[in-house]
């Protein structure tokens, strides 16, 4: 039985509604974490803007290094990302409908497992992308564009393993047999950091490696 | 029992993934006729409607306190006019 209006969105469906038994507008995860969160996308968006007036002062610099970049990589890397989040909603999802059914605990956490794998293949994707610079000679003082791809790309692929670490304390907690009174909030909190992590790629990716 | 909460996440996975193919494959971007700041401002704009989705749905901030959905609009909608505008203007 629903005790309030039906969400849309995420179509969160909750059986005898939340542990305070109201509806309406939530939170998703501590409030401490979209504190970090928007500071962050903050610190991201100067990165951004950076980027595009370091482009209008060099255009040709920017374009012929954009274009020596791995494109299908960066691609492969953006859908690696989007899946991970993919997974990850869902694990939050039936972790939040079922938190007692076994069944759905098992099936979070291999979800968070899946989320975990994409996640890493990117990092690990990292590596014959930068050594294929690295072994042509190209480091991050080659040019303003490098130096800004290399400092991009390696702060957020710093996000990604502390995401790493996120997701695995999100798996060991869904891996319990008893759910934990705050596990809701842990799990939207990291969920929430993770999806960052995923928003930050998803506008990195077209400036670096599509803009030309 | 409903399974809404599976599929509307996929819903949007499916959209995240087919812009991100769209705007890989999309040939007008190579076109010679169309100006690189149009074309720029294209994919700044399917980058922005792509981290919207990722915000409303997978953040689930469609159902989060308006005060914390309009931050995170309002940082969406400033990268997006500051960088087309760099793109235009610088």
């Not at chain 1, 928007?38 to 951004?48: E, I, K, P, R, T």
């Not at chain 1, 992308?129 to 290399?150: D, R």
């Not at chain 1, 995401?163 to 907690?173: E, H, P």
């Not at chain 2, 193919?21 to 399917?46: D, I, K, N």
Request: charged letters at 15%.
């Amino acid at each position: 039985m629903l005790t309030g209006p039906q969400r849309e969105g995420s179509g969160d469906v909750r059986p005898g509604g939340d542990e305070v038994g109201t509806a309406g507008p939530h939170v998703p995860g501590e409030a401490g974490i979209w504190v970090f969160v928007l500071g962050d996308m903050a610190v991201f968006a100067l990165f951004f803007v950076v980027f595009a007036v370091e482009r209008a002062a060099a255009p040709e610099v920017f374009a012929q290094s954009s274009a020596a970049l791995d494109g299908g990589r960066g691609l492969v890397n953006t859908l690696l990302l989007l899946t991970s989040s993919l997974l990850v909603a869902r694990a939050g999802s039936a972790i939040r409908a079922a938190p007692g059914d076994p069944s759905t605990r098992s099936r979070a956490a291999a979800l968070l497992v899946g989320g975990a794998a994409c996640g890493t293949a990117f990092a690990l994707h990292k590596i014959p992308e930068y050594w294929a610079k690295v072994e042509s000679g190209i480091g991050v003082n080659t040019n303003e564009f490098y130096t800004l791809y290399f400092l991009y790309t390696g702060i957020h692929l710093v996000h990604v393993l502390i995401g790493l670490a996120v997701l695995t304390v999100l798996w060991r907690a869904a891996r319990r047999a008893v759910a934990r009174p705050n596990e809701r909030r842990l799990f939207e909190s990291g969920a929430t950091y993770w999806h960052m992590v995923d928003v930050l790629w998803v506008v990195l990716f077209p400036l670096l490696y599509l803009l030309g | 029992m409903r399974h809404v909460l599976i599929r509307s996440d996929t819903v949007v996975w499916v959209l995240l993934v087919g812009l991100t193919l769209l705007v890989w494959t999309e040939p007008l971007l190579t076109l010679e006729a169309v100006p690189a700041a149009a074309s720029a401002t294209f994919l700044v704009l399917m980058a922005a409607v792509k981290v919207r989705l990722i915000g409303l749905h997978f953040m689930e901030l469609r159902t989060a306190p308006l005060a914390l959905r309009g931050l995170f609009e309002a940082w969406l909608v400033v990268v997006a006019v500051v960088l087309t505008s760099i793109l235009w203007f610088l």
